[in-house]
């Protein structure tokens, strides 16, 4: 007997980026704390209707997008000590797989890909809810927190204290808020 698999009722979805940002943290100098966000943010949601685990997520922000709030800081982020926007001029984000229930907490495991490098990230995501905005469209929100190394990621420039330490810490703190757009059609 043979069994005929049910077509997909895929739903693209696209990030709003005026309602949406992606933020940073990471400590200054050992005793404080300076958060950034990439303004620029575009990308895409695959959502499996009928099975939501199967959907799938791509995100990319713009890294001359970087924004700290001082100038003199986001060109240094810029440059090739940190992220090296001449040669990767992008971040990407690719789902690779959902653990949990999509439609309320859940873990978004996938590939980040910063200055070429690629490594596998969770995210400990929530579902925000959804519905019709007031222009006739369809909206939805997400949100997710993770923590990764820059250093997995080639972001190696530092510079010691006298007193000991560094001047930029190692793990930075990553929260996403996301809105998104159903497709038309």
Do not use: C
Not at 7 to 17: C, E, R
Not at 33 to 44: I, L, M, Q, S, Y
Not at 77 to 98: G, M
Not at 104 to 124: A, K, P, S
């Amino acid at each position: 007997m043979s069994t005929t698999a049910q077509p997909t009722a895929t739903t693209t979805w696209t990030i709003d980026p005026a309602h949406s940002t992606v933020e940073f943290a990471v400590k200054h100098l050992m005793i404080s704390t300076v958060k950034g966000r990439f303004v620029d943010v575009t990308g895409t949601i695959r959502a499996d209707e009928r099975d939501p685990k199967r959907s799938s997520v791509e995100a990319t922000m713009s890294v001359a997008s970087i924004d700290t709030r001082v100038e003199q800081r986001d060109n240094h982020l810029r440059s090739a000590d940190f992220f090296d926007v001449e040669k990767y001029p992008t971040i990407v984000f690719k789902s690779t797989r959902i653990e949990g229930d999509p439609t309320d907490e859940f873990r978004l495991v996938g590939d980040l890909t910063i200055r070429g490098v690629t490594r596998e990230i969770t995210l400990d995501a929530a579902f925000e809810g959804r519905g019709k905005d007031p222009w006739g469209g369809e909206r939805a929100g997400f949100s997710a927190r993770t923590k990764l190394n820059r250093k997995d990621f080639g972001l190696t420039w530092n510079q010691a204290l006298e007193t000991g330490g560094v001047v930029v810490g190692d793990e930075v703190k990553v929260s996403v808020e996301v809105e998104l757009v159903k497709a038309q059609g």
